[in-house]
């Protein structure tokens, strides 16, 4: 199928040949009929991607921080790798848009396929072919609105919000500044619902189409436009000034002020700047207000990934309610949209339409993106004689993946890449393009089936960990899947009752049982010399409440990446865990408990404990291993710094071991004699560890 995307790390916009993208169970998979490109919002992404790194960092200090951070705990090779993967990614383009529903997810209601529904979202309501869009970001379409109508619905419901955050009743008098697409809607929207309306703008045209709207609008010229919003306003000043400009500067902003009345709202919606003189609001009280995009549900992840609504007696105006709203007001004919279209594209030539809007070569407003009649065909898999490969098929294609994992697969002699499959279709392309691979599928199971495939890598989401692996072992295949293996008890059995049955191994990335500082160090301590204890600290720092590691589906913070210093403790004490108790910090979910301490005992007498503790400075190294016994102690610095017994040792390799894992698993697959008991030992042990976390 056919996507628009812009180039992360710069260049124009293409239009990329990706494979369809898959549905989970709260997701609908349209075939797009029309979409609405928002020239404000995408000519400033295609803007900022085409920039160059100094003016990327000068926009986005936010993401400079979190480079800083990730280079201290991580190190700068790996943020350097990090950061050039992401740049070599691209950014799918489009927000609004329309089409019908081919499938549905099981947990979907209210939408059945053969629908027509307007679609919305950053990143999911593409210019594409196929869309896979959260339930609760998708319309059904009244009758009677077409498709190019209904592509406006998530833009007119950006200008409906804002509308709503000035809380005006009938009457009332509203200035719109900025009469661009959204300035637009706004002026309609708000004429619609019995408001009285001036619009600002310093294009001519602008200002002739909302006339020709029937709505009072004027050329800014400074004084003069402010005596006359003042004459409209007998005197009084605008109830509302809502701001649908763009621009870096806080000119715009402090206009507004200018224009109302004592103790008016002014609403921000676009983007300008805020560098605000304090006399100009105060002396008025005038309250500022913010417009967060389509209306409450955007960015919660309960409301649009897991399609729990909100009920409509608490939150009436959700943004799946404004969406409607929209489509009504369309429907009844009290919104005019049409007139606002001012170009047609096809799909296949959608970087026309962006030429045209970054070069201004001709006025536009609305511009609409046209698609083929059918439905996308699926493209076949390769196929073969042969019946016995020996290639690598991947499953996932996220940055971990392509940062990391896939050039210690390289590094370590294994490249022949077949197959790669990913929920979303361009990451699958740029994964394969990238990294060589010969084909990609939307499809987990064509990658597990294709007989040119004998290694099955999952780097998936958490949740599709155990399920893979379980089927890719039912099929004879090796495996080798992230962490963590399963999330309940009743997923681990089942890839254990499909690796006793299966011609393939499976191996589980524990890198840092690998590393050469973690085997050195546990080299110091032999087994039979007796039990160690061990002093693992975790400097964890915290997290976006948004992040995948606050997602329940997901397994939390202990079986996300704690698993990883239970496994580690297991190497150092050579030994398997026996028993497991756990205190969870703060009062929260204990699943999701953001600090914890684990104590584990080892079946030779060993004994373990490690501190995870969110809120530490990012100047303190992130993982910290003490290990006593024996008569000797040793002491493991964030993978970096190695001391046995007070000496530093200065002969070994730094590093978590990504390489020699995959080394090590090269070596399995190959018929070389290594034990991996350990793999299912540490499942257990840290599905124990999420128990005793929740009993406390």
């Known amino acids: 199928m056919k996507q628009v995307v812009q180039p992360t790390g710069g260049g124009a916009i293409r239009v990329l040949d990706v494979p369809r993208p898959s549905i989970g169970a709260t997701e609908v998979l349209v075939r797009t009929e029309a979409s609405l490109i928002s020239a404000g919002t995408e000519l400033a ?60 997810g099981e947990a979907v209601s209210g939408i059945r396929p053969g629908q027509r529904v307007a679609t919305g979202g950053a990143g999911v309501a593409n210019h594409a072919e196929l869309q896979s869009v959260p339930s609760l970001l998708c319309s059904p379409v009244p009758d009677g609105v077409s498709a190019e109508e209904a592509a406006f619905s998530t833009v007119g419901s950006i200008a409906l919000h804002g509308l709503r955050q000035a809380d005006l009743g009938p009457g009332s008098k509203v200035a ?45 010229n400074g004084q003069s436009t402010t005596d006359a919003v003042l004459q409209w306003s007998r005197g009084r000043g ?57 209306g409450p549900g955007r960015y919660e992840r309960s409301y649009e990934e897991w399609g729990v609504d909100y009920p409509a007696g608490y939150v009436r105006w959700t943004e799946n309610r404004n969406f409607e709203s929209i489509l009504d007001l369309i429907a009844s004919g009290r919104l005019v949209v049409k007139d606002l279209v001012t170009h047609h594209f096809g799909i296949a030539e959608a970087d026309r339409a962006y030429e045209l809007m970054s070069s201004g070569s001709e006025p536009y407003l609305g511009i609409v993106l046209t ?58 392309k740029r994964f394969a393009d990238r990294h060589g691979f010969k084909g990609t599928s939307d499809d987990a199971s064509e990658v597990i089936n294709d007989p040119r495939v004998s290694t099955v890598v999952v780097s998936t989401p958490h949740s599709s960990h155990a399920e893979l692996a379980a089927q890719a072992l039912r099929a004879g295949k090796h495996v080798w899947v992230e962490k963590p293996l399963a999330l309940s008890f009743e ?41 160690v ?15 995948w590691y606050s997602d329940r589906r997901e397994g939390g913070r202990l079986l996300g990446e704690v698993c990883h210093f239970i496994d580690t403790c297991t190497a150092i004490a050579a030994s398997p865990v026996t028993e497991i108790a756990a205190l969870p910090g703060g009062d929260g979910e204990s699943a999701l408990a953001p600090s914890f301490v684990l104590c584990l005992r080892h079946a030779n007498g060993s004994v373990a404990t490690i501190s995870y503790l969110a809120g530490g400075p990012g100047t303190l190294g992130k993982e910290y291993i003490e290990v006593i016994g024996q008569g000797r102690y040793a002491v493991l610095d964030d993978f970096k710094t190695l001391t046995i017994d007070g000496k530093k040792v200065k002969d070994v390799e730094a590093g978590k071991g990504h390489l020699q894992a995959v080394s090590a698993f090269r070596d399995l697959i190959g018929g070389s004699p290594v034990d991996t008991s350990w793999v299912i030992d540490t499942a257990r042990a840290c599905l124990s560890a999420a128990a005793a976390l929740g009993t406390r």
């Open 371 to 428: 698609y083929p009649d059918s439905e996308p065909e699926r493209p076949s898999v390769e196929k073969t004689s042969q019946q016995s490969g020996s290639g690598i098929g991947w499953i996932g294609a996220g940055n971990f993946s392509g940062g990391t994992l896939l050039p210690a697969f390289r590094d370590a002699g294994i490249s022949d890449f077949v197959t790669v499959a990913s929920a979303r279709g361009l990451s699958a």
């Open 176 to 220: 719109v500044i900025g009469l661009g697409l959204l300035g637009q809607l706004t002026a309609r929207l708000a004429e619609a619902s019995g408001l009285q309306v001036f619009g600002i703008d310093v294009g001519e045209t602008a200002v002739k189409r909302a006339r020709d709207a029937g709505i009072t609008a004027q050329v800014d």
């Open 491 to 531: 997923e681990l059995e089942e890839v254990v009752e499909a690796e006793a049955t299966s011609n393939g191994v499976l191996f589980v990335g524990h890198n840092r049982r690998f590393a050469p500082m973690v085997q050195t160090l546990a080299s110091t301590f032999p087994v039979e010399s007796g039990p």
């Open 45 to 104: 992404m295609t803007k900022l991607a085409q920039s160059s790194l100094v003016q990327k960092a000068r926009a986005r200090p936010d993401l400079v921080r979190q480079v800083v951070q990730k280079a201290k705990s991580d190190g700068v090779g790996q943020t350097v790798k990090t950061v050039r993967n992401r740049l070599a990614g691209d950014t799918p383009l489009g927000y609004s848009a329309c089409g019908t529903v081919i499938a549905v």
């Open 238 to 294: 605008a109830d509302a000034v809502i701001i649908c400009a763009s621009s870096k500067s806080s000119a715009i902003a402090l206009r507004a002020a200018e224009l109302c009345r004592d103790r008016a709202v002014v609403v921000v919606v676009g983007d300008v700047g805020l560098d605000l003189e304090r006399a100009p609001f105060y002396e008025r009280e005038l309250s500022i207000r913010f417009a967060r995009s389509y």
């Open 533 to 547: 204890g061990i002093t693992y600290r975790v400097n964890a720092g915290s997290i976006d409440p948004k992040h």
